[in-house]
């Protein structure tokens, strides 16, 4: 695996089983990164041309690696919950306390966008294939674990679920609206989120206000969704 900006990317593995150049790993990660802000700032049909510009290849190029809109779509998806799972993952290892782990997931899948990409390509691409289950359940296994051991341990409040995580992440990591600069619009949302992780510690009696939702939830809500 490539690392870019400090988080692991998956995209040096190799590509319809032919292992690719550096320069062609370089440019499929510029792509996908690309393609990630793309979609998620201008939407799920933005021009294609954009995707190139931004990646700094040629429309040639793009076309190469992904021969039609659904197939970037795609890697894009399987790219973002590979890196969000790697992310988890190492957190889940390297921090004995939960709390901890949880936050540096979090921070971590802030600065991917994943919550941000992934609901823009609802409805467009398929997440219910062999394929996409398996990249789920490598991202969402370790938040779960992570959940379940602070919970054990009293490091986070009892009474938390994995939708309150994902949910969260999906309201930071919308852009902003107005004439916010994209570097302050995910500076703030950092700092938005180190004061909802204040709140996941077992300090406070109050009871939370409406529902826990678990990831079986929020699954089957994304499946009747597709549905439609």
């Known amino acids: 695996m490539a690392t870019v900006n400090g988080i692991v990317s998956s995209t040096s593995t190799p590509v ?13 990660q510029q792509v996908l990164a690309a393609a990630r802000d793309v979609f998620v700032e ?4 933005a021009p294609l041309d954009e995707v190139a510009r931004r990646a700094e290849v040629g429309i040639a190029t793009l076309y190469r690696r992904f021969p039609d809109r659904e197939s970037l779509q795609r890697a894009v998806a399987l790219d973002v919950l590979a890196q969000a799972g790697a992310v988890a993952a190492q957190a889940e290892s390297e921090e004995a306390d939960a709390w901890r782990a949880l936050g540096r997931y979090m921070h971590g899948a802030l600065d991917l966008r994943i919550s941000a990409v992934m609901p823009a ?15 789920r359940d490598a991202a969402t296994g370790p938040v779960l674990r992570i959940i379940a051991a602070g919970q054990a341990a009293g490091q986070l409040r009892p ?7 994902g949910l969260l992440l999906v309201r930071l990591s919308r852009p902003l ?11 703030v949302a950092h700092r ?3 004061l909802f992780l204040s ?3 077992p300090s406070s009696d109050d009871a939370l206000k409406g ?3 678990s990831l079986a939830q929020l699954q089957e809500i994304g499946a009747q969704t597709e549905e439609r």
């Open 16 to 28: 319809n089983g032919r292992q690719l150049r550096a320069d062609a790993v370089r440019n499929r």
């Open 42 to 45: 201008l939407g799920p049909d």
């Open 121 to 135: 390509l609802l409805g467009h691409i398929s997440f219910e294939d062999e394929e996409f289950k398996h990249a």
């Open 159 to 165: 009474d938390i679920d994995f939708g309150d995580i």
């Open 177 to 187: 609206p107005g004439p916010i600069p994209a570097e302050l619009d995910l500076r």
């Open 192 to 194: 938005h989120l180190d």
């Open 199 to 201: 709140a996941l510690k």
């Open 211 to 213: 529902p826990a939702l």
